[in-house]
């Protein structure tokens, strides 16, 4: 388990992390979404020890991380560019990692580099920007780490790619102790995989919460009540997190299950109603919006990408 205890990081001044409280729990994946500038990659450096906090602490399996070489040999950090020596291959990059990590599975790495038909001897520098993230990501997933810190790893990958990472990530919680982080600037990249949402902004976590929790106890419903006094009755039973009448139409974006939901609307006999899935950009917006935060612009351009 990595828990962030109350992080802070300055550089010159700018507050880079202002106070971040989170925790990644055993064998899940932890989305960390942001727009460009909000704290991600120094967050993640912070908890594989490359950068010190000026205040607060990560802690990997109840140790602190910075400067511990026993801890940073559980974790795995691929950058937001994917670096490689000059003039190296897939092959020399392979006994790199060995080195790095004892149990880097070099039969592993070379098998999946040629089901994606990617050439171990050709030099990395000739490939394509999604060819090095496939290389990156597979040198990540292969060295045998309990946890493996992803800086917008997908970007560059086309939605084939990406599918295919995602699974092989989803694998390999099923198969060993491992967790993974992924930060990325997009929400739709992350619902579909990730355990638990971070939202950072300016440096802070605005709103960290389980994915499948989230979904499960809010819900959005549209509903047609002729009798104005069943309709405020509805409202006021409701946990209302926002609602909206356009003509005879009720939007209501409401806590609680969907069967809760569902017997309050068919108490006040409605001409019509339906319950409807939420995107995670809908729940997060409803969210931060409660704790205070307008953030649909924030939230727009972090998924328009």
């Given at each position: 388990m990595i828990e962030i205890n109350g992080v802070n990081k300055k550089f010159s001044n700018?507050?880079?992390?202002?106070?971040?409280?989170?925790?990644?729990q055993e064998k899940s994946i932890f989305g960390l979404v942001g727009t460009n500038g909000a704290g991600k990659s120094t967050l993640l450096r912070i908890m594989c020890g490359v950068i010190c906090p000026d205040t607060g602490s990560v802690m990997v399996d109840g140790e602190n991380v910075y400067e511990?070489?026993?801890?940073?040999?559980?974790?795995?950090?691929?950058s937001d560019e994917a670096y490689f020596f000059p003039n190296a291959t897939g092959e020399s990059m392979a006994e790199y990692y060995e080195i790095l990590y004892p149990h880097f599975d070099e039969y592993r790495f070379f098998d999946l580099m040629e089901r994606f038909q990617l050439d171990r001897r050709r030099k990395l520098a000739s490939f394509s920007k999604g060819m090095k993230r496939q290389v990156l990501m597979l040198l990540g997933i292969c060295a045998g780490t309990k946890y493996l810190l992803c800086d917008e790893t997908f970007d560059g990958l086309d939605p084939l790619m990406r599918q295919a990472m995602k699974s092989?990530?989803?694998?390999e919680l099923s198969k060993r102790d491992f967790s993974v982080v992924i930060a990325s600037h997009s929400l739709r990249e992350l619902e579909d995989i990730c355990d638990h949402i971070g939202l950072l902004h300016k440096g802070g976590i605005l709103l960290s919460r389980d994915l499948e929790d989230m979904k499960y106890h809010i819900h959005k419903l549209q509903c047609v009540i002729r009798d104005?006094?069943?309709e405020k009755e509805l409202l006021e039973e409701l946990n209302v997190v926002q609602y909206e009448k356009r003509g005879s139409l009720l939007t209501v974006i409401a806590r609680g299950t969907r069967q809760e939901?569902?017997?309050s609307i068919e108490e006040k006999d409605p001409v019509f109603s339906e319950v409807l899935p939420l995107t995670l950009e809908e729940i997060f917006i409803s969210e931060t919006e409660v704790a205070g935060y307008d953030?649909?612009?924030i939230i727009h351009d972090a998924v328009k990408r």
């Open positions: 700018t507050d880079a992390l202002n106070n971040v409280i989170a925790a990644v511990n070489p026993k801890v940073k040999g559980r974790i795995c950090f691929l092989i990530l989803a694998g104005p006094e069943k939901i569902l017997m953030i649909k612009e």
